[in-house]
């Protein structure tokens, strides 16, 4: 046995060897070949540039413009929806956040909303996350951003709300059709790495500026994880236990409800945690259509470079993610137990504290629904004659602005040679390969690393992929963004080993460290390029510094919990054996979690792409400018577009490369466990 | 035993809620004479006109007002809003939404104006002259000029910067790690199509245009290039408020005549004078709404708006604040914008 597993780790020595040989030479045999050839073919388009495509798209978006008040698929369709979108964001916005019923202020005031998050979090979590939630609320209210951060809790609920009861339903179907899952997955693919920014503009012709687009939009990004992950719980059911319900004479339905769904519902938790915090990512996004919340705070700042007060902002929907994250795990992981059948005994003595915790919260929502103090978030309290302020924002933002302007003036210096190193040694030769070698030897050399390192269908898919960014238009825009991609990807993944590495060794870190990643992934990234921007200058490596900050988290944290379930008896006995803590890092924990770093890249470079927008925003250029172009320029709408669509075949491209060497590595370490 | 410690620790804890809520609702009802939502001890002034009896009778309805993202352009709104409540008790509903969606938002009803334009030929073409669906009511008063522009220290140590023929002369300064070996000339908001890229090509100049690609980016830049004295040329315009922290210098080039930029291709002169424009929905124009009249009225010039923006900007005050100060302070202008309401 231990004979046969040695020899396929030899083998698999040899084939990765051969692999990383094969791969050396392509890059190789293109340098030498871009020598010759450099500069021809490049199929440039200038930015203020269109094609024939483009412009068939321009007349599109103008004749839904001018047919919009009589076409019946407007006045039957998406009439009906955008009234029903604006009803169920305007119901919730006057229960938490805007006048309602002819009264000054919302049903439900501040008190109601802290108490009834608390026990929800209690009921639904356990005692620590109600605490949690009952802290960040009043944090929150503190910040004295309180009617804002209710908006967007308002439009957040009412779009994780509509995700739920389309997705959960549609994930089911693909869990249980092959077909289905195949025509659903590329489609999903497809609303997770479109730009929001290029159908945000046609967005509002059809259902008008206002919550019913912003939900809208929100929507279409924050559907798909819980359609998939739904998807895949019901897939992961063991066969075994179906067999077994099957033999006892269970039908298709009674399969269903009996058996896949208690044992998926701890994933299809976890779904609808991804779906809550891709909502919340949106909130910035959906103020430019006036979408009401914390975004249009963070917009409005920014137009006069008001760092401060958007980081306090942005805070707030940092909190907001924090509390709604950790209160879905924790219901996930009660879900897993109750999922295992205990959850009677629980229920025994549980149901007397819930009851009082019930009346205690319908007192306080009476409370904040009657009197003022309770309904509006106080700005200070007078307690007989003593004033206490209640004021916590402005010191938040007073900290901030200083901390942005010292960084300015005084880091100046450092982070411009960074920059200008990066760029000089990274960016500029990696995008001249990319981008000045005639477009058949790049597409070739891609073809070919994809047939090494992914497979036959991986190179299939990048023929298929290249041949539609051709037609796009946009090629050398797409090579440009392919570059920082890469590069971009390279610096997460360092990050992500470095740091990933020693959160999976050390609890202690991964406490502390955890709630920054969390913050990073949620903080709207416009608030902090205003410094970046200073720091470094509009650029390129701004762009990728943006992409990294987003993008880092995800792959630190996946890193970090491949690490941590290495089993420790394999760790104890590498010690055993004398080797040393950097030996049992590279010899031990990283190998055995090949499959978890190749996961994690495959996830960094999906979040790098979500960034190119953003980066088109602060110099990034290329498709990323593209795509803000045709927002601001109706005769720029259909470079836009193509943009988009461009920025969706390199995802897929990258991701089914990724995806197939992940599934390699995972073939050839299987030979360990 | 675990559900056992779990229970008493969730039962203490319901006796703590209770605690809290009593403590809680006491000091709601004695410590602040439990002031009641709605009711007439009630200091709330965002109800706005409702539930004051002072203002005359409603006859302006809602006004629909779009607010683009740029500080002078929420100047313009801030006044307009000022007025139309407070004079002609409108409810005013600010939309905070880009130019395109602006204007599409003519063709959806939801937008009745639009107070400072830019340009945008192909938006006035399609909704103006093609769907009628708006109208052009002339110029706001404002006078956009959208050109080349150094930081002031530039313009001190080198004199002659400001003559487009020495741009080339000084070319190797402007270098960066984005322009590949020439010369950088930075274009920033996406939402004007700009002619510099010919303009480079047809007076020869050793420079190539890089995408900023958001009015953020071009501020911080001259913002850090004034402060660490860093050679800095790019686009810009005025009216904007922040050349009032830092007062950027116009390169001057070719000058403008009329014609000179019609082929977009060979274009060689300076960009024209925009005359920045009012442009309202058709509906709202035939409504008889005295808020039409307000805005058909409303002229300022780029000096008035540069006070308001940079009361919001700069010294931070709300938009309501800055616009009562302004208006306060320039009776005669406001009457003659409310004349006929």
Known sequence: MSAVSALARVQWRSVRLNRGTMVAIVLAGWVLLFGFVRGHDTLSLASADVNGLHTRLNDLNSSVGANRNSNPLFVYFFNEIQVGATHLVTAFQALLSQPANGRPLPLIGWLGVVAIATLLSWVFGNLKVALLALVGLLFIGLQGVWQPAMDTLALTIAAVFISLLIGIPLGIWAGLSDPFHRVLTPLLDFMQTMPTFVYLAPLTLLFLIGPATGLIATLIYALPPVIRITAHGIRTVPTGTLEASRSLGSTRSQALVKVMLPMARRTIVIGINQTIMAALSMVTIAALVAAPGLGQTVVQALESQDVGTAFNAGLAIVVIAIVLDRVTTAASARADVNGRGRSGNVGRFRRPVLIGGTVVTAVLVYLSYTYELAASFPDHLTIGSRRFGLDLGSSIIRASTSATNWAQRDLHSITDAIKNTVTYHGINPLQTLLDSSPWWLTFAAIVLLALIIGGVRAAAVAVLCLSLIIATGLWQDSMDTLAATLLATVLVMALGVLVGVWMGRSKRADQVIRPLLDAAQVMPSFVYLVPFVALFAASRFTGVIAAVVYAAPVAIKIVADGIAGVSATTVEAARAAGSNTWQIITKVQLPMSIRTLALATNQGLIYVLAMVVVAGLVGGGALGYDVVAGFSQSSLFGKGLAAGVAIVLLGILLDRITQAAARRADASTNTYR | ?341
């Open chain 2, 1 to 341: 035993m675990g559900r056992f410690t779990s229970s008493s620790r969730g039962r203490s804890a319901v006796r703590r809620l209770s605690v809290v809520a009593v403590a809680v609702s006491m000091a709601v009802l004695a410590g602040c004479g439990g002031a009641k939502v709605g009711g007439t001890s009630s200091t709330t002034t965002n109800a706005g006109g409702t539930s004051s009896g002072t203002v005359k009778k409603t006859s302006c309805g809602t006004f629909n007002l779009a607010d683009n993202p740029w500080v002078g352009y929420e100047a313009d709104v801030a006044v307009i809003q000022y007025l139309a409540k407070n004079k002609l008790n409108c409810t005013v509903a600010v939309k905070h939404i880009t130019e395109q969606v602006s204007w599409q938002g003519f063709s959806t009803g939801q937008v009745d104006a639009i107070l400072e334009n830019w340009g945008h030929d192909d938006l006035k073409k399609q909704y103006i002259d093609n769907t009628h669906v708006a109208q052009d009511l002339g110029s706001d008063g404002l006078k956009g000029v959208i050109g080349w522009y150094v930081p002031p220290w530039m313009a001190t140590a080198y004199p002659d910067i400001t003559d487009w023929k020495s741009l080339n002369k000084y070319a190797d300064m402007f270098k960066t790690s984005e322009s590949g070996g020439k010369g950088q000339l930075l274009d920033g908001d996406p939402s004007y199509v700009t002619n510099d890229a010919a303009l480079v090509k047809n007076l020869n100049l050793n420079f190539k245009v890089v995408q900023g690609g958001s009015e953020t980016a071009l501020i911080q830049s001259f913002r850090a290039a004034q402060q660490n004295k860093k050679p800095l040329l790019a686009y810009f315009y005025s009216p904007q408020w922040f050349l009032n922290e830092v007062p950027l210098v116009k390169v001057n080039l070719p000058p403008y005549t009329a014609g000179c930029d019609s082929n977009a291709a060979k274009v060689a002169c300076d960009y024209p004078a925009y005359v920045l424009n009012k442009v309202v929905s058709t509906k709202f124009a035939n409504s008889g709404s005295p808020a039409f009249t307000l805005v058909k009225n409303f002229s300022w010039t780029n000096e008035d708006q540069n006070v308001v923006a940079k009361y919001i900007a700069v010294d931070k005050m709300s938009d309501e604040a800055a616009a009562k100060k302004w208006v306060d302070a320039n009776p005669a202008k406001v009457n003659t914008w409310l004349n006929g309401t």
